[in-house]
Nanobody, 126 residues
C-alpha cells in the first residue's frame, strides 16, 4: 500500500489548510487512518485518527475544535482540515494506515500503524 500526503504550505496564524492523503494498494475500507506530526527537534506525535467506518474520530487535546479528520471512500482519501492555525502547529504532518483493526477503532499509538506516507510540511507564521 502507498500513502501520498499533500496540501501543506505556509500560512499565517489564524489561517486554514486542508491536508489530503491518498491511499492505494488495498481496499481503503480496511484501513484505520491517522495523522501525526513532527515539529523540529521533537518526537512525532499523534494528531487525529478516524475509524474504518468514519463514525469514530479521536484527536489530541491541542487540536480539538480546530482540526477535523474525515475520509472519502470514493476517493480513497483521508483529509485533515486545519483551522485557526497557530505557530505551534508548525510541523511535518504524516498520514498513517492501520490494516484490519476493528471497524470502529480509532488509534493514537504510532506502533499501531502499519504504513506511513512521506509527510507534508505545514508552516504557520505569527
Amino acid at each position: 500500500v502507498q500513502l501520498q500526503a499533500s496540501g501543506g504550505g505556509l500560512v499565517q496564524a489564524g489561517g486554514s489548510l486542508r491536508l489530503s492523503c491518498a491511499v492505494s494498494g488495498r481496499t481503503f475500507s480496511r484501513y484505520t487512518m491517522g495523522w501525526f506530526r513532527q515539529a523540529p527537534g521533537k518526537e512525532r506525535e499523534f494528531v487525529a485518527s478516524i475509524s474504518r467506518t468514519g463514525r469514530t474520530t479521536v484527536y489530541t487535546d491541542s487540536v480539538k475544535g480546530r482540526y477535523t479528520i474525515s475520509r472519502d471512500s470514493a476517493e480513497n482519501t483521508v483529509y485533515l482540515q486545519l483551522n485557526s492555525l497557530k505557530p505551534e502547529d508548525t510541523a511535518v504532518y504524516y498520514c498513517a494506515a492501520a490494516f484490519d483493526l476493528p471497524r470502529e477503532a480509532a488509534m493514537r499509538g504510532r506502533g499501531q500503524y502499519d504504513y506511513w506516507g512521506q509527510g507534508t510540511e505545514v508552516t504557520v507564521s505569527s
